[in-house]
DNA sequence: GTGGATGAG
DNA sequence: CGCTCATCCAC
């Protein structure tokens, strides 16, 4: 796809309409004379005249994070390798013709001093991921987490060096970012007349601005007039650090030749209009975060800045089936073919909605930038398998090293907040070609989660995908597992049991030791019925009531101490009560229950739940001695805490998409 | 909630 | 291209 804008026109002359799509439609409301109101009001939001923004994104990122780690000459050829493909190349080794997709050898021979690094991996009982030379792809799994961290320290100092910028992390290594505001705030501090609608405006607030003062664009980088973008620049312009600052979309005279610096004021015409004070003002500041960036963490970017157009191919939305659908529906090839249908056409065909893709065609992107939760709200771990695995002892091992790969990245994510909590374990699979089929299933808030409770999940998972092996054989490619719904646990509670009520079979209940009737002593008693039954078939699921029966070494101090403590306070040492899962319960009794049939968590998970439960009974039973002197004089039962999403935006005003909506047509409701 | 599809680097 | 990752959405 080319020809971007290729109907467009500018208008040197007008202070309006600097561009018009054909003749009849307009965007009006791009570029208008920019008043007082515009200036000082922020209300506009993608409509904002005065919007800015910006995409940074950094050169060879995954080749960079190793260079900087590795303390190399940045000039030197580095590529990354992953098994023998490349998945990074710096600038350096670009020279010599490689490019990423080149087989490892292709790239030695064509550079013999070329620095490869093969991406970290790590295999089964690996506590974390390392750095080997020939890592085995039937052993190992690539890990990208440094790729990661080193990504959020950038996104950091975007969010430092711009506290009133909205910062959007498009992905490990770009970044999208709304100059909006700063620019505003910029303008109002270095034209601080502005600040004031004059008495003697004509309009009051709604009068145009005075006349710009001319603009330098000396420093900001390469400038791309909106002329030009037909024809834009190439990238031989850029800094000597092979990065590059674009801006876009300014309605600049013609002096400036694309690509070229014309090292100065714009002294050219009276076209220069506040609009593009502040494009140029974004450019600035982003130059300026970009030095700061490499100066810190050594990792060079490059950035367009842009008003509402983008020079060559740079649309999104229309790189995949939508854009395949376009051209299938137009026969066309090419985004400037597209540019004949008229809004009225497309409306007409796809509905009120496709006016969305018709300014996408036009290089309008009315997207908002909106910081994204620093945790992302999945976590997915997957390993392709150039051996397809036929025994569900294959299976198990693989699932052993995702959730080594899980539970690392969420034990990290978790010291930035202990409360963070995947609702949802999901394990996919793929069958030779077949596309992916997965299970998924509730995951239990656990404080410490080990790869043996993520693996004990993965392990059901996986029986209830491919079942146990044996009678069907299976060919199995790819295992994927992740964690969905990461949101917040509040004040930590009632969470063992959220989860275990769910598998109403495997109630049991059991008080453990002889002292379990003393922990009622202290608090009050449960009053509510109790079934008395144990599980029938035992034998189906380690349970925790196995677990002390069991273990034949496990002395009575052992098990006090796994499954008690003894309060400072009152003295009395708080059993754990295995019983009823669900329902009400009072401060002190915990309430534990194993977990599904079958042999479908180990003992481990177990251990992990039971540990769990007793560092929520200690919470608790503090809570209970704090309620008790609050609540001396009412008789109250204290109050329940109760389990609350954080992300609980239950989308209840979901649209519902016409069903009328077929083929094409669906592509076009709004984003 | 579950399972599949899509877009993106 | 092969791999990895996240989100959306119909059911």
Redesign the pocket.
Known sequence: MDALGSGSVTNPQSNTTHWKAKASEDFNDLTPTITYRHLLFNNLGSRDPLRVIALCDSDAFYAACEQVRLGIDPALPLVVQ??D?L?AVNYPARKFGIS??DKIRDAKKRCPNLVVVHVATYKEGDAEPGYWENPDTLTH??S?DHYRRESMKIIQMFKEGLPTGEIEKA????AFIDFTRPVREEILKRYPYLGTVPPDAPNGIDSPLPPPPPISWDGKGTIVPIHSLTNPPKAQDSPADGAENEASGARRGSSLTPGQDDGGVDDSDDSTTWHDVALSIAAELMLRIREDIRDKLGYTTSALTASYKKPMNQI??L????GKALAEEYDVSTVGDLLTISLDEMQRKFGEDSIWVYEILRGIDRSEVKE?PVV?????????L?QPITKATQGYHWIRVLAAELALRLNEAREGNLALWPK?IVLHIRQGYE????????FPFTRNVTVDVIAGFGEKLWRELVGTGGSTPFKITNVQLSF?GIGTMESGQRTIEGFLASRPSTKVQLDLGPEAASASKCPSTSKRKRSSSHVENSHESATLQELPLQNSDDTKTERDARFSFICDKCRQRIWLKLGDAGGARDANASTVAGADGGQELSVVLDDAIREDALATLRLEHADFHYAQKLAASVDESIPRRVIRPVNGVASTAKKK?KTTDEGIARFF?KK
Do not use: C, H, Y
């Open positions: 992953q098994w493909s998945i990423r997709m799994k690539v990208l992905s490990i290594d770009e999104r939305f790189g995949g089936k939508l994204k992302t709200k999945s976590m997915l771990a997957s390993k392709n150039p949802t596309t992916f089929r997965s299970k998924q299933s509730a969905s998409r409701s």
